[in-house]
């Protein structure tokens, strides 16, 4: 039971409903209706992929997690390093495998997803290093590739754009804030993140301001009539998510860091939430 229990502590499952929630609102936004029962396929390959992200990515940042984390499975020795790497490439296969079974759209997105994902943590590449171009992958599999696997459902109709780019954006700025958490081993280590690089306090303006463009995004759809003139009221939630970024500045620890990461988190999924319900009623 422990080796179950460190293996599900290995792929980070707190970052699976993100996933499945922004392909919902992909599937949502397409067709204007629920799915029908083969979301369930998406859902389960997206926490796939997000578990093998998530296994590979921990062995490539298990010197770091010495320092940040060192309860994790493998720097504790709980997981060995060979059988996290087997671990996470047997689920980049059955990911692939079962979106063969919905269809050819959503087998090239998910074929995307393993190799962006693959490339942020993979040796001589590996892009979280490389300043905010780790940041930009994660939200692109998060914000975009996600989003396209619930629009794969439905091929036939038109990707919307205007929403993609507003959930990147909002996904781009909060994705930021995962970097403080990683800060003492990052630093150590001199990973090119944006708090390492030019400190905490810039770090949180920067991703403030970038949240505000996103909502400024947003208005300009809305103004130019792409989007639906009810979404003013996701601008309801842009303050939680400001307050909230801005706690980052008295967190003086990763365990701290974490639980306002968290937050980030369901604030989120809230504003996924938020577009299903618009888009339904």
Not at 58 to 79: C, L, M, Q
Not at 87 to 98: E, K, P, S
Request: hydrophobic content about 55%; aromatic content about 12%; some cysteine.
């Amino acid at each position: 039971m422990d080796s179950i229990k460190h293996y599900i502590q290995l792929i980070v499952p707190e970052y699976i409903p993100m996933a499945i929630t922004t392909a919902l609102v992909g599937a949502i936004v397409t067709s204007n209706t629920l799915p029908g029962i083969e979301f369930l396929v998406v859902a389960v390959v997206l926490s796939l992929i997000v578990g093998a992200f998530n296994s590979f990515n921990a062995i490539a940042d298990k010197e770091i997690d010495t320092i940040n984390k060192p309860e994790r499975p493998i720097p504790s020795k709980k997981v060995e390093e060979k059988n996290a790497l087997i671990f996470a490439v047997l689920l980049y296969i059955i990911a692939l495998v079962l979106s063969l079974t919905i269809n050819l759209e959503l087998f090239l997105i998910v074929l995307i997803a393993v190799i962006v994902t693959a490339a942020y943590s993979y040796p001589g590449i590996n892009l979280k290093k490389r300043f905010t171009i780790g940041n930009f992958t994660v939200t692109i599999f998060y914000a975009v590739l996600c989003f396209l696997a619930g629009w794969a459902l439905y091929p036939t109709q038109p990707i919307p754009f205007p929403i993609i780019g507003f959930l990147f954006l909002t996904g781009f700025s909060l994705s930021i804030s995962k970097d403080f958490m990683d800060m003492p081993g990052d630093s150590f280590h001199r990973a090119h993140t944006l708090p390492v690089q030019i400190g905490k306090k810039r770090s949180i303006i920067t991703i403030i301001s970038i949240l505000i463009l996103a909502y400024i995004f947003l208005l300009a759809m809305i103004l130019q009539n792409f989007i639906l003139e009810k979404y003013y009221y996701l601008f309801a939630i842009l303050p939680l998510m400001i307050l909230n970024i801005n706690e980052f500045r008295r967190e003086s620890t990763t365990y701290e860091s974490n639980g306002v990461f968290l937050k980030t988190i369901v604030l989120i999924i809230s504003l996924e939430l938020g577009i299903i319900a618009l888009e339904l009623f």
